[in-house]
């Protein structure tokens, strides 16, 4: 049986708000007037069972930042649950058909979306754009190769609240693979008010002003008699690495801490090479974090710029928009990528252009793993040096 998928209006939204949590297993602790829930409802759906909300997802109106700067207009796929009661039944397939058709009526590039679970996106076309890394850091063992320059400050978060946004607006146009954050998301999203550990803000200045920002909380407790407290980074962002280095030592040598987490860290964090014992920085997991569906392959892969001069004709197997085969001509000022009848160099499906999209996962890899087909191996040697960006890209922001 198809779902009922009906538009959320605001009436609705205190049944949103709970199908949320009861399939979330969560509290019910967000109101009707919340901002997050609220902003763009008009892309919000529900699943109907007769009278009974149970399934949910909507789309928002975000912007990624493609390698060399441009902002491509993308739907944030958000807020996708289903009720126990009504699971695997094929009612999330029918609300992501339909946040797909969505999305190409808002003529937006790609649909993109932090998982809850690895193994639910890759059936629609999602592939990993973006990983992140899980780090531990065990102050003891820390000293800094270098004393970090410029200061930095801790702040109320009213006064972060009014710094964090311009220095994030700067980031993300220099950073590829970066969500943005709506004014309300910064409000709204930004510290999770379920958190009961104490949230501490701290702003790093360098000469012409704030360079970087990080958010924190402390949890833990003093054990027989000596503090074994953890430092928990939620959130960290620096236009410079004069800024990264300093809110990295600043997170260090916080007293009372025995161990900092951050959970998000960029796959290429200069971290380990700031510090004189390089292994004092544990890995403690290498994760999947921003998902991408292409659905405009021309706009998507047009947008971006390229290591080097090239051409690269891709077939990309899809059963929605993303099929077809495309003529990318590209380099380091930019790109066309254009539909085209040339014999492909690479077939791959939507999942695995969403992967190499953004210059994350390197289209040799794919390959080795049976997820890329070439004719000649050498256009995948090619294609790994054509994609790949300046930095590692990095979203930053979880919606
Ligand atoms: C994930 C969730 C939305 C799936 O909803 P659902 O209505 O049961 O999914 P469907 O019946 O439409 O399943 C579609 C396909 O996805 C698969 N699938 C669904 N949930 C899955 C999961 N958690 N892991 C792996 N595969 C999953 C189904 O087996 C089915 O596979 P098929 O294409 O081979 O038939 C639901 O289990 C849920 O609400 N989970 C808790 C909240 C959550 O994690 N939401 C996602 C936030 S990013």
Partial sequence: MKPDLRPITPELLPAYLQTDARGFAANLDRRPDDLWANLELERAVGAFDADELVGNGRNYSLELTAPGGTLVPVAGVSWITVLPTHRRRGILRSVMDHLLADACAHEEAALILTASEAGIYGRFGYGVATQVLGIELERRRISWRAPAPGRVRLVSPDEALAIAPNVFEKVRRAQ?????????????????????????????????????????????????????????????????????????????????????????????????????????????????????????????????????????????????????????????????????????????????????????????????AGRIHAPEIGAVTFADVLLAAEHEPTAHTWF
């Fill in 176 to 368: 590829p693979g970066v969500v943005s954050r709506p004014d309300v998301w910064w409000e709204s999203e930004w510290w999770d008010t379920r958190d009961a550990a104490p949230r501490f803000d701290v702003v790093f200045e360098g000469e012409h002003g704030p360079e970087g920002f990080a958010l924190y909380a402390v949890g833990g407790e003093w054990s027989e008699g000596e503090s074994l407290k953890t430092l928990f980074v939620r959130d960290f962002v620096a236009a410079t690495s004069d800024a990264a280095a300093g809110l990295w030592q600043y997170l260090g040598n916080v007293d009372l801490i025995g161990t900092v987490k951050a959970s998000n860290v960029p796959t290429d964090t200069a971290l380990p090479w700031l510090l004189t014992d390089p292994r004092a920085m544990k890995v403690t997991s290498r994760r999947d974090f921003l998902w991408l569906r292409p659905v405009d392959v021309g706009a998507l892969l047009g947008a971006r710029t390229y290591a080097v001069d090239g051409r690269l004709v891709l077939e990309v197997v899809d059963d929605g928009p993303a099929a077809g085969r495309y003529e990318l001509d590209g380099g380091p000022d930019g790109a066309m990528c254009t539909r085209t009848d040339a014999e492909p160099h690479l077939v791959l499906d939507a999942e695995a252009l969403g992967m190499i999209a953004l210059g994350g996962i390197r289209p040799s890899v794919l390959w080795r």
